[in-house]
C-alpha cells in the first residue's frame, strides 16, 4: 500500500514493495527550476530504487548458489557411500558365488574318490568283497617296479644310469603317443 503526501510543490509517493519516496510535481504551477530539480530528485531516486534492486537480485542469486554448494557437500559424501555400499553388496554377492562353487566343485572331488562309488563299480564289474578270513593278493607284473629316487652324481653331472633312464622314458611317452594316435 502506498501512501501519499501532498505539498505545495511536489507530491510524495511511499511505494513499500521498492522501500522508495518518489516525488511527482504538485498540479500547482511551479517555476522552471523547480521543475528541473523535482526531476533530477526523481531520476536520482530511480537510479537508487534500480540500484538497491539490482543489489538485493545479487544478494539472493548468491545465497541461491551458495546454499546449493554447501547442499552438494552434504550430497556428495552421500552419493559416495551409497556407492561404496553398492560394491560391497555386489562383492559378497560374487564371494557367496565363489563359495558356492567351491563346496560344489569339493563334492564333485569327493563324487569322485567316494569309496561306496568305488566299491558299487567293482561289483557291477564282477567283483566280490573278500570274507573276513581271506587274505587279498593282487598279481603283479614281473617287470613291475617303483622308482623312488633317480640319484645325480654331483661331481661328474648326471649319472650314467640317470641318463638312460630319461631316455628310455621319453622314447616310450612318445612310442606311446604315436601308437595312440594311429
Do not use: C, H, W
Not at 510543490?9 to 516525488?23: A, G, I, K, M, N
Not at 534500480?50 to 546449493?68: H, K, P
Not at 553398492?86 to 564333485?108: C, G, P, T
Request: without cysteine; proline residues 3%.
Amino acid at each position: 500500500m502506498s501512501s501519499v503526501k501532498t505539498s505545495e510543490f511536489y507530491t510524495e509517493v511511499y511505494v513499500p514493495l521498492t522501500r522508495q519516496v518518489y516525488e511527482y510535481p504538485a498540479l500547482s504551477e511551479q517555476t522552471a527550476e523547480d521543475k528541473k530539480e523535482a526531476l533530477k530528485k526523481e531520476k536520482k531516486r530511480v537510479r537508487q530504487a534500480t540500484r538497491s534492486r539490482v543489489f538485493e537480485t545479487v544478494i539472493a542469486v548468491g545465497l541461491i548458489i551458495f546454499v546449493g554448494a554447501f547442499f552438494m557437500l552434504l550430497i556428495n559424501p552421500q552419493v559416495g557411500l551409497a556407492e561404496l555400499a553398492k560394491d560391497n553388496s555386489d562383492l559378497k554377492d560374487q564371494i557367496a558365488v565363489l563359495k558356492r562353487n567351491i563346496l560344489d566343485s569339493e563334492e564333485d572331488l569327493n563324487g569322485i574318490t567316494d569309496m561306496d562309488s568305488i566299491r558299487a563299480q567293482a561289483l557291477a564289474l564282477g567283483m566280490q568283497d573278500p570274507n573276513a578270513n581271506q587274505v587279498v593278493s593282487i598279481p603283479m607284473p614281473e617287470d613291475d617296479k617303483l622308482v623312488t629316487m633317480v640319484s645325480y652324481d654331483e661331481e661328474f653331472g648326471i649319472s650314467e644310469e640317470a641318463y638312460d633312464s630319461a631316455v628310455e622314458a621319453l622314447t616310450n611317452y612318445y612310442l606311446e603317443e604315436v601308437s595312440s594316435d594311429e
